[in-house]
């Protein structure tokens, strides 16, 4: 690399495939540890082995350790992860460092030892404070065993701390889900990610309602849902920065949003797909294959392919979409080479009649209803 030409930066995502036990909704790449003795470790091996194999020649500007459930290793093993993250990286001095941790995983030591190893970030699922909502969700622990990890987490010195919440579970009650915001918003995290549930399809909870179990709360409450969260939020002092997402200023989650920008992200790990430039690859999701490969190839790459443009034209603005500042027509057309509304006049023209998106100061933008009603707006420009 010339001294004159800085080098590409993109964030890491770094994958792990393990949890304490499937949650009922969960379709991620995600399995139960127990039981698999010598797995962490060999796992941990490979993984560090495509780090330092895919991230050569650039610098990384965020990391975000994710799963799966990365506190569910042993201490030891969380140790050599981030260590052989910074080792076999080159991480930028300021980077934003998140690690995902979930209640019951995470002990005092756990961290003490994420704090210190530089992780700046812990982004913690709690997903409701009911007793109810959890076990029709299929988590493991209680509203106490969240407060204990955040309380840990404090202790250990992190102040940018996320919460993941759910709504639209199966039972919840507007009241149930006013009371969840309220019981978090006074623990004043720096960041709040809030989801609409969505049934996958291969999930027991997709079975359960499928079969009658369970039945969804319905649009009208999903909505109702929906905009006070937006207004308990705002009123809080969160900003509300992507259709899911609602931070302290400064707090937005970096890594985050070079996902909705479409930038650069390198993905490692079994099931990660990164993206560079307009080349997209997923890797192989079985972990013991995952390691077979990586010990053959130094690569688990299964699938790679360039983003037609068609595709790279959706992405843009579906990703961009998603962030409430909206799609910005100056870098619309400086990525496709061409004007938004020459491509999409009618689409758009549409979709402002049906009061769901907007143009205002050279930024298209989802309107209030257009923020719950998305995915329709997305469709749209598939
Ligand atoms: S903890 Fe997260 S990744 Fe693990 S099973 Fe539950 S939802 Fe899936």
Redesign the pocket.
Known sequence: MSELMPEPTAGLYVHIPF?????R??D?N?SPLAGRSGLAGAYLDALLEEIAARCRGRKISTVFAG???PTVLAEKELEKLIRGIFKNACIDKNAEFSCEA?PGTLTAAKAKLLFELGVNRLSL?LQSTEAKILKVL??VHSWPDFLKSYDFAGKAGFTNINVDLIFGVPGQTLFGLKRDICKVKELKPAHISIYNLILEEGTQMHADVKNGLYALPGEDLDADMYYMIKEMLETAGYVHYEISNFARPGKECRHNIIYWKAQDYIGTGAGASGKLGKERSDNIEDPEQYIVLIKKNKNAIIRSQKLSRKEELSETIFLGLRMLEGLSLTTFKERTGKDFFVLFEKEFKKLSGLELLKEENGFIKLTGKGLFLSNEVFVEFV
């Not at 949890?19 to 949650?23: A, G, N, R």
Request: charge should be positive; charged fraction near 10%; proline fraction near 0%.
């Open positions: 949890c304490l036990s499937k949650c909704y969960c991620f995600s799963g799966g459930t979930n699922g299929g988590r």
